[in-house]
T-cell receptor, first 119, second 114 residues
Framework: KAGVTQTPRYLIKTRGQQVTLSCSPI?????VSWYQQTPGQGLQFLFE???????NKGNFPGRFSGRQFSNSRSEMNVSTLELGDSALYLC??????????????????FGAGSRLTVL | GNSVTQMEGPVTLSEEAFLTINCTYT??????LFWYVQYPGEGLQLLLK?????DKGSNKGFEATYRKETTSFHLEKGSVQVSDSAVYFC?????????????FGGGTRVLVKP
């Protein structure tokens, strides 16, 4: 079956612009999470959506936003880009609803990422 | 809050050498533990997982045991290959918390030389 698909794979923007990244989860997966990966900060959680609702949010400014559609596809948006927003943005999907000791491990399947460069 | 600490790299090994990557965690709840691997230019792939104390996760010759008493989840492989060159991430998720948030360690780059 198809994996997690992220588009675009690479993009270059200038400071002050905005960007929208897209993520198509594995069919049947209802949870989509976003992570930012940078050499300095490592992997940081941005937010998670489940059934079109934001369920968790990391410590990022309001310039970072996201949404999920009824088909579970998700987008994240970064407005007023800064140089420090240059990063690999990873999307991950999961079947698990999370939060239950009986559900076992919440296994996330990651996409290849969208590499954003801000000039 | 939750945190994961893993040994800094890079770790440089010769082919067929023994690999150990240390990982310790701090969690307020009762976490599940994971190792993910990232090959150059790619996203993260799940390598193995363990959901409760004394569980051993294993895959592709890699093993890690969930040690609650030492809050550790060290990754081991008995004989590495050049193809194991990658960045390895230890991570946890809090089963008692809603959602699927993962907390990652800083990653350990492994380079295996022929």
């Amino acid at each position: 079956k198809a994996g997690v698909t992220q588009t675009p794979r690479y993009l270059i923007k200038t400071r002050g612009q905005q960007v929208t990244l897209s993520c198509s989860p594995i069919s049947g997966h209802r949870s989509v999470s976003w992570y930012q990966q940078t050499p300095g900060q490592g992997l940081q959680f941005l937010f998670e959506y489940f059934s079109e609702t934001q369920r968790n949010k990391g410590n990022f400014p309001g310039r970072f936003s996201g949404r999920q559609f009824s088909n579970s596809r998700s987008e994240m948006n970064v407005s007023t880009l800064e140089l420090g927003d240059s990063a690999l943005y990873l999307c991950a999907s999961s079947t698990g609803t999370g939060g239950s000791l009986s559900s076992g491990a919440n296994v996330l399947t990651f996409g290849a990422g969208s590499r954003l460069t801000v000039l | 809050g939750n945190s994961v600490t893993q040994m800094e790299g890079p770790v440089t090994l010769s082919e067929e050498a023994f690999l150990t990557i240390n990982c310790t965690y701090t969690a307020t709840g009762y976490p599940s533990l994971f190792w993910y691997v990232q090959y150059p230019g790619e996203g993260l792939q799940l390598l193995l997982k363990a959901t409760k104390a004394d569980d051993k996760g294993s895959n592709k010759g890699f093993e890690a045991t969930y040690r609650k008493e030492t809050t550790s989840f060290h990754l081991e492989k008995g004989s590495v290959q050049v193809s194991d060159s990658a960045v390895y991430f230890c991570a946890l998720s809090d089963k008692a918390a809603a959602g699927n948030k993962l907390t990652f360690g800083g990653g350990t780059r492994v380079l295996v030389k022929p």
